[in-house]
């Protein structure tokens, strides 16, 4: 069974302001990436805990977290503490559900979800809102922006224009927790078979949008599973199943083949449409060469928990979240925060921390990790410390 802990946000990003000109191909990638802090909502799952936007990562945030992740008064996300999103000039997205107070979606929207799976839900999932879910989501919310369009312009600046559906870069990071899941219940084996079953499923999706007009996706592939000291804990017991890293190898076994599988199809569906453009991000390489050099890039911890405890080597312990306090056999424990995040990799045993992130970002950014690659002649190149 899907442990509860297990809360990575995984879905679909619409961002409409991705692509000005319809002729402009080869400068689509450098404007996909200049609404990387979209697709950081994604990797970091602490985004929406913070804005509310997901009730089930909020409940089980500590108050006294905060002052980690909030600069002053402005409300602001992990990744806009890494990279201002000002020097971007672009807006975080809302979230589809946001139905608070007056969301704009006029520069697109977030319709990801803590869990979500690709393969549709079941009854013990954790999310409701799998990939086809989200996919109808979409369709449903640019079935009502084109109504609320054909009104007349006094919704102009809350739903993105006709056009912008076709032209908006559509951005997906979702099937780790399809992988990662499925080990509470299955054989690696078993796994590694259900790999073409679960793209399938996304392919059918990834179709279902071509056919409603979009044609730019950014697809990221899975990371290093089984270096996350959530899977360490549960699945890593025996040292025998770590590989070198100290990570499961099976957990990476299989997100290895899932992801030689996605590339595939993403090869596959730019064939099918040449008239689209399909990115495929090798987040998995970025995060294992972050992992393996960690003192290079000024890390003290490639694998144990910022946040947690239990202490050294994983500082992790499933029944007790990040912020957590609770009672066990009439012993009170906490999992509180570590001094200093930056000297970690791993913030809960699960997400990343703001610093690892930033390395993610940074390396997302020189544009090796992405097939096709894209040209470094960002207009907004930022100079990362890593």
């Known amino acids: 069974m899907l442990q509860e802990e297990l809360l990575i946000q995984e879905g679909i990003l619409f961002d409409p302001s991705s692509v000005e000109e319809e002729s402009d191909i080869e400068d689509l990638t450098l404007q996909a990436i200049s609404s990387l802090q979209a697709a950081m909502e994604k990797l970091t799952a602490t985004v929406d805990e913070l804005k509310g936007e997901n009730s089930i990562l909020k409940a089980k945030v500590d108050a006294s977290m905060e002052s980690l992740f909030y600069k002053g008064a402005e409300n602001r996300s992990i990744f806009q503490n890494m990279v201002s999103v000002d020097a971007m000039d672009l807006p975080f997205l809302n979230a589809y559900l946001d139905s608070l107070g007056l969301p704009n979606f006029r520069k697109g929207s977030n319709f990801a979800a803590a869990a979500a799976t690709i393969l549709p839900a079941t009854a013990s999932s954790l999310c409701p809102f799998s990939f086809g879910v989200q996919v109808s989501q979409f369709l449903r919310f640019k079935a009502r922006a084109l109504e609320l369009?054909?009104?007349?312009?006094?919704?102009?600046k809350y739903v993105p224009d006709e056009n912008i559906f076709e032209k908006g870069l559509y951005m997906f990071d979702i099937g780790q927790n399809d992988l990662a899941g499925a080990f509470y219940s299955k054989t690696l084996d078993q796994i590694l078979a259900s790999i073409p079953t679960i793209l399938l499923e996304l392919e059918k999706g990834i179709k279902n949008l071509y056919d409603q007009g979009a044609r730019y996706f950014w697809i990221h592939n899975t990371g290093p599973l089984g270096c996350l000291p959530q899977n360490i804990a549960k699945f890593g017991t025996d040292s025998s199943k770590l590989d070198g890293l100290g990570c499961v190898s099976s957990h990476n076994q299989a997100a290895k083949t899932f992801n030689l599988q996605l590339r595939a199809l993403c090869t596959k569906l730019q064939g099918q449409y040449p008239d689209s453009n399909v990115t495929y991000v090798d987040i998995f390489t970025i995060k294992s060469s972050l992992i393996a050099n960690y003192s290079r890039y000024g890390f003290e911890q490639p694998i144990m928990a910022c946040c947690g405890y239990g202490g050294p080597p994983l500082n992790y312990d499933s029944r007790v979240s990040c912020g957590e306090t609770k009672t066990f056999n009439g012993t009170t424990i906490t999992a509180k925060a570590c001094n200093d995040s930056s000297e970690y990799i791993s913030w809960d045993g699960i997400h990343y921390t703001e610093t690892a992130n930033q390395y993610v970002a940074s390396q997302i950014l020189t544009g090796k990790y992405?097939?096709?690659?894209?040209?470094?002649?960002?207009?907004?190149?930022?100079k990362l410390k890593f």
Do not use: Q, V
């Not at 369009?149 to 102009?156: C, M, P, Q, S």
């Not at 992405?370 to 930022?382: N, T, V």
């Open 370 to 382: 992405s097939d096709p690659p894209f040209s470094d002649k960002m207009p907004f190149l930022l």
């Open 149 to 156: 369009i054909a009104k007349g312009r006094k919704f102009d």
